[in-house]
């Protein structure tokens, strides 16, 4: 009788976990994932969650650093226990900046998240390459390419700032600045709300970067296997807003 009992709970919890509900008894604020994983040490821990689940994670993750409540982690701990082997749940495409840190945005721990940055976000053939790695070979469900509000490699784009290496990495931000019509306001680093429309259009044309120029990439998010977002970070608030999410996560796309 008690086996008996014993093996329709642990059905009825797989069932859950499968399904993406949350733990009964969840603290308010806290965190929707079903996973009972505390590091990301199996490929079990990623292969329960949905690309929509993983999205939902780190939003989540970004409440809480924004409320100042991030979870406390033993982060000698993961990091042994996540040598054996990686099972990332998602990729973010971030900026050079020193001032948003990803996993700490996030609030993610070791063996989360995998990260690629350069000055401006902007998506290269390296980053591409990469981004396959995560997802087709390390089997991360997510891909988010983030940039920020009154980002440096924007104002230089804008500018036409030339220095050594990094005039070609800006030349890479010039289409979206084409992209934003002339207001007459200035389309210069003096003008705050064009450099961050500017910033918006680099992530959204770094989204379609991916999908015109990875053929696996765009593959696996057609089968519903991984999605690809883009968000920009508030340097002042350190909130993080998706936008233009599918419709399978928000009936209409958030905006910045």
């Known amino acids: 009788m008690i086996a008996g009992k014993r093996i ?27 996973v009972p994983c505390e590091t990301q040490t199996s490929r079990a821990c ?23 409540t991030t979870l406390q982690r033993d982060l000698q701990k993961q990091s042994k226990k996540t040598a054996p082997g990686q099972f990332p749940l998602a990729s973010v495409v971030s900026c050079f900046d020193s001032r948003i840190p990803p996993e700490i945005v996030f609030d993610q721990g070791i063996g989360d998240i995998f990260i690629a940055r350069n000055a401006g976000n902007v998506i290269t053939d390296d980053v ?15 891909i988010v390419v983030m940039g920020h509000t009154d980002c440096g490699a924007i104002k230089g784009a804008c500018d036409n700032v030339e220095l050594g290496n990094l005039t070609g990495l800006l030349a890479k931000i010039k289409p979206a600045i084409s992209k934003i019509p002339d207001d007459g306001k200035g389309r210069s680093s003096k003008n705050p709300a064009f450099v961050d429309m500017v910033g918006e259009q ?7 970067t991916i999908r015109d120029k990875s053929p696996i990439l765009k593959e696996m998010e057609d089968k519903g296997q991984i999605m690809i977002v883009g968000a920009m970070y508030d ?17 209409k796309p958030k905006k910045i």
């Open 8 to 34: 329709k709970l642990a059905a009825m919890v797989s069932s859950m976990l499968f399904a993406g509900m949350s733990w009964a008894g969840a603290a308010p604020g806290a965190s929707m994932d079903p």
């Open 46 to 68: 990623q292969d329960i969650k949905t690309p929509q689940a993983v999205l939902a994670r780190l939003q989540a993750g970004n409440k809480r650093f924004v409320k100042g």
């Open 128 to 142: 591409l390459g990469s981004l396959e790695f995560g997802s087709k070979a390390a089997g991360a469900k997510l």
């Open 202 to 208: 680099n992530v959204r044309l770094g989204v379609q």
């Open 235 to 251: 340097l002042k608030t350190g909130k993080v807003s998706f936008y233009d999410l599918p419709d399978s996560v928000s009936a």
